[in-house]
């Protein structure tokens, strides 16, 4: 279920968790500890708790949501609202935590680098 004021950091968890999950179908120990490590980036006064509040939180958003197609369009979506929102540094912020989450299991996915190539041309970094 979507919170209800959804947070910057709740949007950018819901990027990284569809992108995580979606790409190659699971959640690794690792893409999480990455996912929270790179939120931490983007909020450095926020407490450990802070950052898994919002990952549960996202999660279950992300859960909520019923095909991979549906979550793969809300990302876009937001992808188009970063491109308008951001500056070039932090949309290139973006995209440098995908390649690390991609590369965090140990393996890149074709379905990983098509995605990584189509967030790159919404975000307007191509």
Do not use: C
Not at 52 to 78: C, F, K
């Amino acid at each position: 279920m979507k919170p209800q004021n959804p947070s910057a950091l709740h949007i950018l968890a819901f990027v990284y968790l569809t992108f995580s999950h979606v790409t190659d179908g699971e959640l690794s120990h690792e893409e999480i500890d990455t996912i929270a490590r790179v939120l931490h980036g983007w909020l450095p006064d926020a407490t450990n708790e802070q950052i898994s509040h919002v990952l549960v939180e996202t999660a279950a958003w992300v859960n909520g949501i019923g095909s991979d197609e549906e979550r793969l369009a809300q990302v876009e979506t937001y992808a188009h609202l970063m491109k308008e929102q951001m500056s070039e540094k932090q949309r290139s912020a973006v995209l440098v935590n995908l390649i690390e989450l991609a590369r965090a299991d140990g393996k890149i996915t074709v379905t990983e680098e098509q995605l990584i190539a189509r967030l790159t041309a919404i975000l307007g970094l191509a």
